[in-house]
């Protein structure tokens, strides 16, 4: 049972004291009208924005025992109208498919229309709650500069609830107009749990193997698991166990393997996972003095060496897919330059 999508979710795992910080704040009436809700993909941000929109919208309930806080049960009006996306005091933007089919982006006619919703007094007298998903996924300043007006000048009871993963990259005038609340990613423990209940037909072992590829990331472990992240990451090791001297056979054997996976995203689930697995090593090493010790693939290398390889690999990546290169060509050549000759 995987879980439902953010504004339907009426789970929150691990993210209790962000949760119990936006109470507070609003029973003590000094509830911020912009946050922004950062943290690392898959997080849980969303989850926790819509968990904030509907009990501000059901009217700011008070605690559950045995609850997260901000609860609302599931039978609660407003649970379900934020679920179904039919609540007249809610606004959600989200990325739409840009005008090249390609890349996902937010549209400047859904800031305004944001902003025509957010001039009006709420339909029940309460609160008027903006919800934007990803507001760093826009591939222009257009965006953030009409709903830059809003949180200039927010009209009362207007709550602005702004998710991004990479909060360096929006605009300094936004940043410093909201109140910013982070969310961490979830340790092992927690991961394994909730990965229990939403793959229990994968073994302990694998569901294990899941929670510490994902980094803490409850959607990433579901998305690698949709995209058969563990074998990936298998190929992953062997690749490693193979350096420094990569046997070309075996780099040919991965490669056609990566390729011909049905999954259009394996080629760039093959490179994160590697990236991550050389950014490990690195850390480690760092961490133990440079020696290398760390992991055995390290050696005949300067660390910054291994650096620059890091960049090179995800530059590649990233050509790959937005110039529809070949893919298998790809991962050679990504293993070549890992290879020392």
């Known amino acids: 049972m995987t879980p439902p999508e953010p504004r339907a979710n009426p789970d929150l795992a691990g993210h209790d004291l962000p949760a119990k910080l936006l109470e507070e704040a609003a029973r003590a009436g000094r509830l911020h009208h912009a946050w922004l809700v950062a943290g690392p993909p898959g997080v849980g941000k969303a989850t926790l924005a819509y968990r904030f929109a509907r009990w501000l919208l059901a009217g700011m309930p008070e605690p559950v025992p045995g609850q997260a806080p901000l609860f609302v049960p599931e039978d609660h009006p407003a649970f379900r109208r934020v679920a179904a996306g ?55 300043e257009v965006v953030p500069n009409i709903l830059l007006k809003t949180l200039e000048e927010p009209p009362p009871r207007t709550m602005q609830l702004l998710v991004t993963s990479q909060p360096g990259a929006l605009l300094p005038t936004i940043r410093s107009r909201c109140r910013r609340l982070d969310l961490y990613p979830l340790p092992q423990e927690t991961m394994e749990g909730l ?8 073994s302990a072992e694998e569901r294990a193997g899941l929670a510490a590829i994902a980094d803490g990331s409850p959607g990433r472990a579901l998305s690698l698991a949709e995209g058969e992240g563990l074998a990936l990451q298998a190929l992953v090791e062997e690749v490693l166990r193979g350096l420094p001297a990569l046997d070309p056979r075996l780099a040919f054997e991965i490669a056609e393997k990566v390729a011909g996976r049905r999954d259009p995203a394996a080629l760039g689930t093959f490179f994160a996972l590697l990236r991550r697995a050389l950014a490990a090593g690195l850390r480690a090493a760092g961490q133990g003095g440079g ?29 790959t897919e937005r110039l529809n290169l070949d893919r298998k060509q790809a991962v050679l050549t990504g293993l070549g330059q890992l290879a020392l000759r």
Do not use: Q, Y
């Open 195 to 202: 990965l229990g209940r939403w793959l229990p037909e994968l």
């Open 86 to 140: 039919a609540h007249a005091d809610l606004f959600t933007m989200a990325p739409n498919t840009g005008d090249k089919g390609k890349k996902e982006v937010l549209r400047a006619d859904d800031a305004r229309a944001a902003l025509r919703f957010m001039a009006h007094t709420a339909a029940e007298g309460g609160w008027r709650v903006l919800v934007v998903e990803e507001l760093d996924r826009t591939e222009r």
């Open 291 to 319: 020696d290398g010790a760390a992991a055995p693939w390290l050696g005949g290398r300067s660390l910054a060496d291994w650096a620059g390889l890091w960049d090179k690999l995800g530059l590649l990546a990233e050509e």
